[in-house]
């Protein structure tokens, strides 16, 4: 039998057989956002998936302060992707943060905790991996401007399918614009977006990632929906990284710009994220059962310790005013600190798509 490679010699062959020049390192910092810098693929090597790279932690938000500055990035051998935005060939690593004076991994590292939180899991016994399957919903908008000043302030965002635009002289105007309220579903042309969301798509699957679905959402103006299959914590969330990365790169190659804001226009539907859960042991799915809308009884407690966190958690899911202006009744966001079956007002939703006991999950 043939002896397979390890994760690290599977990236050192990927990179010489497709002739790779540079290696991005791409780390996450405390509000969420993707950092990186790149090193020629001379100063690349086996080596450096142990000794990592050093970089100045203090420039990074939320992070160290300038007297004990220097950080240490190692790369993860199971999260390569080839970036399709950079002209010259160039492999992507997702790091985790370390300290270099102990070589522990960084406490403020989001995929630190992520993976902690894994770790806890298991140590509990109650189960042995989290499902994570999020919807992020997102604006595809032409034109985005704003301004602060000493003398005033204003922003404006446009979309050619908006409905303000319904009386602008296009040169020919032809129509075609989503009403308010009215942007679930309807084909091409009125979903002016199907060519650009396809073109995400691929880049998406060629970067390794399972995509369901894609769909044009309820609110005019170019809001959208990709869906991502479900998949184990950290790389969920590695995954929802990317997937921004590239959505947000696609449409700036096509001359538009994504926005993930939660309430970008007023007076229609605003962007969630919905993110499904669920729990399972020994390759069993731990949510579902016999009680209300077939949940387990470690279901219902699962919701019962959302519903009673749910302030705390806000600080985290819900951190910017926009949130809050989108959690307003008569838009499909939830307002109530409730739990449901198929009731989207509710804060916490048991979807009824199927019977199956591996699809019982729940919605936060």
């Avoid at 369901?212 to 869906?227: K, L, N, T």
């Avoid at 309430?263 to 229609?268: A, L, T, V, Y």
């Amino acid at each position: 039998m043939a002896k397979s490679n390890s994760p690290i010699e599977n990236v050192l062959q990927f990179v010489k057989a497709n002739g790779i020049k540079f290696i991005d390192l791409k780390f996450m910092d405390m509000p969420g956002q993707w950092q990186h810098f790149t090193v020629p693929v001379s100063q690349f090597e086996a080596d450096s998936f142990v000794n990592g790279y050093g970089f100045d932690g203090s420039s990074i938000r939320g992070w160290k302060a300038i007297n004990e500055s220097d950080m240490l990035i190692i790369p993860d051998p199971n999260t390569m992707f080839v970036d399709p935005f950079i002209q010259v060939p160039t492999l992507s690593l997702i790091c985790d943060v370390y300290e270099p004076s102990t070589k522990e991994k960084y406490s403020r590292c989001p995929r630190n905790i992520a993976q902690k939180a894994e770790a806890y899991l298991i140590s509990t016994g109650l189960a042995d991996t989290v499902y994570f399957g999020p919807e992020a919903e997102f604006f595809v908008f032409d034109d985005v401007r704003f301004d602060s000043k000493p003398n005033g302030s204003f922003y404006m965002v446009d979309s050619v399918e908006g409905k303000w635009n319904s009386g602008r002289d296009e040169g020919p105007n032809l129509g075609y614009k989503p009403r308010y309220k009215e942007g679930y579903f309807p084909v091409p042309p009125t979903d002016a977006l199907m060519d650009l969301r396809n073109e995400m798509v691929v880049n998406l699957i060629n970067a390794g990632i399972d995509v369901e679905a894609q769909h044009h959402e309820v609110a005019s103006g170019g809001q959208c929906e990709i869906d991502l299959r479900f998949q184990p914590l950290v790389q969920a969330a590695d995954q929802l990284l990317l997937f921004k990365y590239i959505v947000k790169n696609t449409a700036k190659k096509n001359g538009r710009t994504v926005t993930y804001m939660p309430k970008p226009i007023f007076g229609d539907n605003g962007s969630g994220m919905h993110v499904h859960t669920s729990l399972w042991k020994k390759g069993k799915p731990l949510f579902a059962g016999t009680g209300y809308a077939g949940l387990s009884e470690m279901g219902l407690y699962f919701i019962g310790g959302l519903l009673k966190h749910a302030p705390s958690l806000l600080a985290l899911t819900n951190p910017t005013t926009n949130s809050y202006k989108r959690l307003v009744p008569g838009f499909e966001a939830p307002v109530n600190l409730a739990y449901s079956q198929r009731n989207r007002s509710a804060s916490i939703r048991i979807p009824m798509y199927s019977a199956s006991p591996k699809a019982k999950r729940v919605e936060f």
